[in-house]
């Protein structure tokens, strides 16, 4: 079961931006229950009848003028969410990309990108090819889960930017035959042959609100645009919670096939890339800390393994370490009795030192893992990749690619 937690982001906080987002999440969680917070609350639920209103009529924009998107001359995959937050999109990711690369398939990812930053230093050491890549892919920017991905899939074409037709469009001039669109659901550009949702079962519903008040990007409804729904982290809440989710899922989006997954844990390692087992942490005196949207299940794993948690610290989600690594520092240094430090993978690859202040620092790797329907949609890849064309003739390509590089869908 899943711990109760109010992250408190403001110990980490380390400017007026990261200051803002722990206000918010203070209040719009109703962790402030003074009456300005419910003030606040109140206006913040009424821009969000306001954002309510921008993407209904979006949304109908492409269901009327645009209903099926750009297409591109290859199958496209997308992985999205209905909230803002971590609900595991790059451990699926990963897991899709896998797959399709054992087929001997091209395959590039492609995604947003947000807080990107130059690649020449965003490659975690432990990468046995590090080198390699940083000079194949120095002209490129990645974000935290970008450069997790590259640490991961050794092969794999990744692209991150605003424009993802003209990231596609890229990708396929370089050969890519299956394209992964990461955090794609409310990109309605360009078509895509699968649209996976993710929904996290500690927080499916993002607070009940759409933004700002709450966590949903769109309102439940939009669920009936989703080919397959995976319900992650099932292994956090109780049986009787997870099956209640499936039947509220299905009475919103009947169409969807609906599967449960659960996020491993599979090893610690560090940032030379050395591999321990998880045995480590049991009955070890640990400090965590992380940059999530959703820090409570990477504490509630850490438990499960049998750890004992001294503190607990977090940033916002893609926070930017270098500007509060004295704070990070000070804060680990303030708990002599712990003696390991834990972090995630995400953020491993911003800290590349072995020790934070003098206790060896360790990251928890995890892995995408199926509890119910994992074949299934596996079976729904392989019935795209038989349908879809892999290959086109020359002048197909040559055409689509020129209609990309028009502008258009962008």
Not at 26 to 34: G, V
Not at 247 to 261: D, F, K, N, S, Y
Not at 291 to 310: D, H, K, M, T, W
Request: aromatic share 6%; glycine share 8%.
């Amino acid at each position: 079961m899943l711990p109760e937690l109010q992250p408190n982001p403001l110990m980490l906080a380390g400017s007026i931006k990261e200051r803002l987002a722990a206000w918010w999440w203070k209040t719009i969680s109703a962790e402030q229950r003074s009456w300005p917070a419910t003030l606040v609350r109140g206006n913040l639920w009424l821009a969000s009848l306001g954002y309510g209103v921008a993407v209904h009529l979006r949304n109908r924009f492409y269901d009327i003028f645009r209903s099926r998107g750009l297409t591109i001359p290859v199958p496209v995959i997308s992985v999205g969410n209905l909230t803002v937050g971590g609900t595991g999109k790059t451990p699926l990711v990963a897991w899709l990309a896998k797959r399709l690369l054992q087929t001997g398939l091209r395959v590039a990812i492609l995604s947003r990108g947000y807080r990107a930053s130059a690649a020449t230093s965003c490659l975690p050491r432990e990468h046995p090819g590090s080198e390699a890549i940083a000079t194949r892919y120095s002209q490129h920017t990645y974000n935290d889960e970008g450069r997790e991905l590259l640490a991961e899939l050794p092969g794999i074409l990744l692209r991150q930017g605003e424009n993802r037709a003209e990231l596609a469009r890229q990708a396929i001039a370089e050969g890519a035959q299956v394209l992964l669109l990461d955090d794609g659901f409310q990109h309605r550009r360009l078509h895509r042959d699968l649209d996976i949702v993710l929904m996290d079962a500690t927080n499916p519903w993002g607070l009940g609100y759409l933004l700002p008040r709450g966590l949903l990007r769109e309102p439940p409804s939009a669920l009936r645009r989703a080919d397959v729904i995976v319900l992650s982290r099932c292994d956090l809440v109780s049986e009787n919670r997870c099956r209640e989710l499936q039947r509220q899922i299905a009475q919103t989006a009947p169409q969807a096939v609906i599967t449960l997954a659960r996020h491993a844990p599979a090893h610690l390692v560090n940032s030379e890339g050395t591999v321990a087992g998880l045995q480590q942490l049991r009955g070890e005196k640990i400090l965590a800390f992380c940059g999530l949207g959703n820090p409570a299940a990477f504490l509630a794993s850490l438990r499960q393994l049998g750890a004992e948690i001294v503190a607990s610290c977090f940033c916002r989600d893609h926070c930017d370490y270098s500007q509060i690594l004295d704070k990070l520092q000070s804060w680990a240094s303030a708990y002599p009795q712990a003696s390991t430090a834990v972090t995630t993978r995400k953020d491993l690859v911003k800290l590349p030192f072995r020790q934070l202040a003098g206790k060896p620092l360790w990251a928890l790797a995890t892995e995408f893992a199926w509890i119910e329907g994992g074949d299934i949609l596996w079976q729904r890849v392989r019935q795209i990749l038989r349908i879809s064309e892999i290959s086109t003739t020359s002048d197909d390509r040559d055409e689509e690619l020129a209609f990309l590089g028009t502008g258009h869908g962008t």
